[in-house]
């Protein structure tokens, strides 16, 4: 499997398993014939085949013969009736789950203990090669294994390997963060246009900012607060603007936002019935 081109295939076609497909196909570390996907919402198999180029069937027993790599990529409340349907037709793919708050122990009890296994948690700037994105192997994961795991993800983005205890936190972090971020950039667009700057150019100019701000923490390894004070001048414009944030609680409501998230991810794997 190491060698030979892999064939990928998901259960589940939606926007998670559309972003990670392109972004591989974008990366050349895929190619569309070799990709596979199952969902029993046709809209969701039409995306994904029109977007991908992949095949698309309303069966997931139909995946598992065409995959090396088997991506498990539905909804916590709908695992466990998925591993019911699959366990015994499986054969021995490397299953990786992107299923938000559902355990490696529970993926084991319900596939088979003997299973290779890996959870990841991705995001959707993976379609444009920017996905922020950790892992954690099951006890019979490989060496061999958790590397196609790395490989995949940091083809798309930045990768890490965490402890599985983490990985709630990291949904609520990185995994919904995009929209925390997306709705930063509205809101400073809205401030933009508000002060008279035309729609197109107060989004660009909000949406570039955060993104060069992005940068330069991660190739500076400078800390943020740093660079902050970097751009805030005794008396100036930026301190203002700052105190205007605290005054609004944005730190708090970001803290809080991932906490809301972390605590959801894991109430939505402690409601996950394994078999």
């Known amino acids: 499997m190491n060698d030979a081109p892999l064939r990928i295939g998901f259960l589940g076609t939606g926007k998670m398993a559309t ?20 969902d029993p919402i046709p809209a969701a198999r039409t995306a994904f085949a029109q977007e991908t180029g992949g095949y698309v069937s309303e ?3 139909d ?35 992107i299923v938000a708050g559902v355990t490696l122990a529970q993926l084991q009890s319900g596939l088979g203990a003997s299973r290779r296994i890996v959870r ?9 090669g920017s996905s922020a994105s950790a892992f954690s192997g099951g006890s019979n994961a490989t060496s061999a294994d958790l590397q196609i795991v790395e490989r995949l993800l940091s083809s798309i983005g930045r990768a890490i390997a965490v402890p599985e205890r983490l990985l709630d936190a990291v949904t609520g972090l990185s995994g919904s963060g995009p929209a925390y971020a997306f709705t930063i950039i509205e809101a400073l667009s809205d401030g ?40 805030a001048s005794p008396g100036g414009t930026t301190i203002a603007g700052l105190h205007a944030l605290e005054r609004g609680g944005l730190r708090a409501a970001l803290m809080n936002a991932v906490e809301a998230a972390t605590l959801r991810a894991a109430e939505l794997g402690a409601a996950t019935k394994a078999v």
Do not use: F
């Not at 990670?20 to 596979?36: E, F």
């Open 19 to 38: 972003a990670l497909t392109k972004g591989w196909l974008k990366a050349g570390l895929v190619s569309a014939d070799r990709l596979c996907g199952s």
């Open 59 to 61: 069966k997931n027993l």
């Open 63 to 97: 995946i598992p013969p065409r995959a090396d790599v088997l991506i498990l990529a539905v909804k916590p409340q709908y695992v466990g009736g998925l591993m019911t349907e699959i366990a015994h037709e499986l054969g021995d793919p490397l299953i990786v789950s």
């Open 120 to 128: 990841v948690m991705p995001n959707t700037p993976a379609l444009v």
């Open 192 to 231: 933009g246009v508000r002060m008279g700057l035309p729609r197109d150019v107060a989004t660009m100019l909000a949406a570039q900012t955060l993104l060069g701000a992005a940068q330069m923490v991660l190739e500076t390894g400078l800390h943020p607060g740093v660079l902050k004070d970097q751009v």
